[in-house]
């Protein structure tokens, strides 16, 4: 084994662009970060990604656009490229997830073969299905880099992404690691930024900082029997879908700044529930560290401190917390190309340790 720069590349449920950043790995997985920047789709991309969510398409659109993801994926590469001057030894690429049914099957499009003739570097795509054959989730798997970053010192703590979904990782002395998904993080409030105020997502929280929590509502949304189910689990716009969120406004409050207070308090909530039932039996928290897209809402991250959580964000360890997951992808492809097991089966349940990803040579 020997230090390689790695491209990790991430696009996740909020679909709002392509995350890609460039890190040079050392032998014992310790690493620097070089640079990061955001790809954001256009408007046509997201509604093509939407309609496959939706399951309002055909095979034929899917192939398409499997092919023209690649392209995107590939240009995010390019661009990042370009910026820092360093051609990458290894692409890692986590793709985007289109459709996941954990422990069955998932679908990530973006194909690797594009990226690796576009940026003529070897990609390692596909990550999921390896554990899925395992028997495992296929998720969470941003785990094996939780352990590297946080599982150093006497600490327990977990590590709380909350992107479209919301995953947590459990690491510390004396304990195998474990992860699953609590459920919603971004996707409900996003939708209903957009559905009532027109806005991608409530920026700073500031629409929720304006309405109040009901109660009633509250309780409604947390009937939802995936919060009870014991882990590994996860979840993702299969279930917490357009349908699933139309279905359960019904029965919202009239006053919309009440709704985007009250499903902000809901991922809040079903986060320190899920540790309440499937955590705290099994261990303390020493402190909570939190990334994705919700780490940035002040909001969000308030409720969670109500509830006695020690919260800290990942810059309070030096990591970008915007490129967590790419620099996780990155991470994985390291290990996957020097064919060493990546996933970690405590977290998604796959029966035997595994090389996890597709190898894509590079031509040039």
């Known amino acids: 084994m020997e230090a390689k720069y790695v491209l990790g590349l991430m696009s996740g449920t909020s679909t709002d662009g392509i995350d890609a950043c460039i890190i040079r790995v ?9 640079d990061g920047i955001v790809y954001p789709y256009t408007d046509d991309i997201k509604n093509a990604l939407f309609k496959i969510f939706q399951n309002r398409t055909g095979v034929e659109e899917i192939s398409r656009m499997n092919f023209i993801a690649g ?3 590939a240009e995010a590469a390019g661009k990042i490229i370009r910026k820092t001057g360093i051609k990458p030894d290894i ?10 049914e954990s422990g069955k099957h998932s679908l990530q499009i973006g194909e690797g073969a594009v990226i690796a003739e576009k940026t003529g570097v070897t990609t390692i795509c596909d990550f999921r299905t390896a554990d899925i054959a395992a028997n495992g989730q296929g998720a969470p798997l941003v785990c094996f880099a939780d352990e590297i970053l946080f599982k150093k010192d006497d600490k327990t703590r977990a590590i709380q992404n909350i992107g479209g979904m919301a995953n947590v990782t459990v690491v510390g002395p004396g304990i195998d690691s474990f992860a699953f998904d609590t459920g919603p993080g971004n996707v409900i409030i996003d939708y209903c ?15 929720a900082a304006k309405g109040r929590v009901d109660k009633n509502w509250l309780n409604i949304l947390l009937k939802e029997g995936y919060y009870e189910n014991p882990p590994p689990k996860s979840t993702g716009r299969e279930l917490f879908s357009t349908f699933y969120m139309d279905k359960n406004l019904e029965f919202a409050p009239e006053n919309p ?29 020493d402190e909570v560290v939190v990334g994705g897209g919700g780490a940035c809402n002040p909001v969000l991250m308030g409720l969670l401190k109500e509830k006695g959580l020690k919260v800290l964000k990942h810059e309070d ?10 620099i996780a992808f990155a991470l994985l492809a390291y290990a996957t190309y020097y064919r060493i097991p990546n996933n970690v089966p405590s977290c998604t349940g796959a029966k035997h340790p595994a090389v996890l990803g597709k190898i894509c040579a590079g031509n040039k």
């Not at 930024?193 to 629409?207: H, I, P, S, T, V």
């Open 317 to 326: 360890f030096g990591i970008p917390g915007k490129f967590k997951e790419a």
């Open 193 to 207: 930024a957009k559905k009532f105020f027109n806005r991608e997502y409530d920026k700073d929280g500031q629409l």
């Open 71 to 73: 392209e995107w994926f």
């Open 91 to 100: 692409i890692g690429s986590h793709g985007q997830t289109v459709w996941h």
């Open 26 to 34: 050392l032998p014992d997985f310790s690493f620097s970060f070089i």
């Open 257 to 285: 700044f009440d709704v985007m207070k009250t499903v902000t308090e809901l991922t809040a909530k079903t986060i320190f529930n899920a540790y309440r039932d499937f955590v705290f039996p099994v261990t303390g928290i």
